[in-house]
């Protein structure tokens, strides 16, 4: 079952203890579109300027990604600057450059319009409902990640977006700030009023947590000696998450545990290296393995 995805496809500019990169392909759009084609057919959607050369594109090719909907526009492509702490806990945003981002208008190729999942990347809330509005049918599952600044500038839009939404992927921060409630269950009972059934909350280092009907369900995060570079770690979970779910083609419980494992498996290879290059390079085969490491992971007798 097809994919759509809708986000920023951009170049970024990251600095962490581990090095330094001045221009590299990045966008949220970017990082889910690579790790969801591991597990099915991805319909990409979104904006670059005339900057963005056939090489940039490449990323794309070879997979399972239609690029029919990535616009291009005359101007620059969407520019971000992060810079890591020594842990690589905290990130400052140094740069965002709208650039072509800024009068980005996505419109689905007539192809895309019947998606049965969609993911609404961290873009303007009404930009997200517009893409919605473009889904012909009733999709089966319609995830969305935002962040701070949508939660702080445009709460009302925010929320009017969420009555459509069914899984809320953001991380713990967000999940407070949305909620105005710090212990994460009660934050998740809040959103679940606001429309969302399922909370996916992003927690870095310490993994992610499930909760929806069923109850909760945790995984980890795989441990990695030296990570080097946590950019685009959540938008590939998210990658993997919903890559699976749409694969898979179902979503009873053992489905969606099994999502957040592919979900957590895809974040941890995305750490590995700069910006999306060990995403680049991956295969379904690492892929398979890492998931079935996360069994020892976790496994234990009572
Ligand atoms: P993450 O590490 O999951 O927050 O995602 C990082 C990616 O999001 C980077 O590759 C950036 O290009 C992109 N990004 C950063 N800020 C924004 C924004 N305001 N809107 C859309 N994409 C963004």
């Known amino acids: 079952m097809s994919l759509l995805v809708v986000g920023s496809v951009a170049f970024d500019a990251i600095e962490s203890p581990y090095g330094k990169v001045d221009r590299i392909i990045g966008g949220a759009a970017t990082y889910f579109a690579v790790a969801a084609s591991f597990f099915t057919q991805v319909n990409l959607v979104a904006i670059v300027g005339d900057d963005f050369s056939a090489k940039d594109e490449s990323i794309f090719h070879r997979r399972k990604i239609d690029t029919s909907g990535l616009e291009r526009a005359s101007g620059k492509s969407f520019f971000w600057a992060g810079k890591y702490s020594e842990h690589l806990n ?14 980005f208008n996505p419109r689905l190729p007539e192809a895309f319009r019947n998606s049965k999942h969609v993911f609404l990347a961290n873009i303007a809330p009404d930009l997200q409902r517009d893409v919605l509005k473009q889904v012909q049918g009733s999709p089966k599952h319609v995830a969305l990640d935002t962040m701070n600044y949508w939660i702080e500038r445009t709460p009302a839009e925010l929320r009017e977006t969420l009555k459509h939404v069914d899984i809320l992927m953001i991380n713990d921060f967000e999940t407070r700030q949305l909620s105005n409630e710090h212990n994460l269950l009660r934050a998740a009972r809040h959103i679940f009023k606001l429309g969302p059934s399922m909370l996916v909350v992003k927690r870095g280092e310490y993994g ?3 909760v929806d009907k069923h109850g909760v369900f945790s995984v980890p995060a795989f441990p990695l000696e030296e990570p080097h570079d946590p950019t685009g770690a959540g938008d590939s979970f998210a990658g993997g998450f919903m890559g699976y779910l749409a694969g898979c083609g179902q979503s009873n419980d053992a489905a969606l545990r099994r999502a957040m494992v592919y979900g957590s498996v895809l ?15 991956l295969k379904r085969s690492e892929i398979h393995a890492r998931a079935r490491h996360f069994l020892k992971l976790t496994q234990f007798k009572l």
Do not use: K, Q
Request: hydrophobic share 45%; no cysteine.
């Open 90 to 103: 905290e990130r400052e945003t140094l740069v965002t450059d709208l650039n072509v981002f800024a009068n």
């Open 208 to 210: 992610a947590m499930l």
């Open 267 to 281: 974040g941890s290879f995305a750490v590995e290296e700069f910006g999306p290059e060990r995403l680049r390079t």
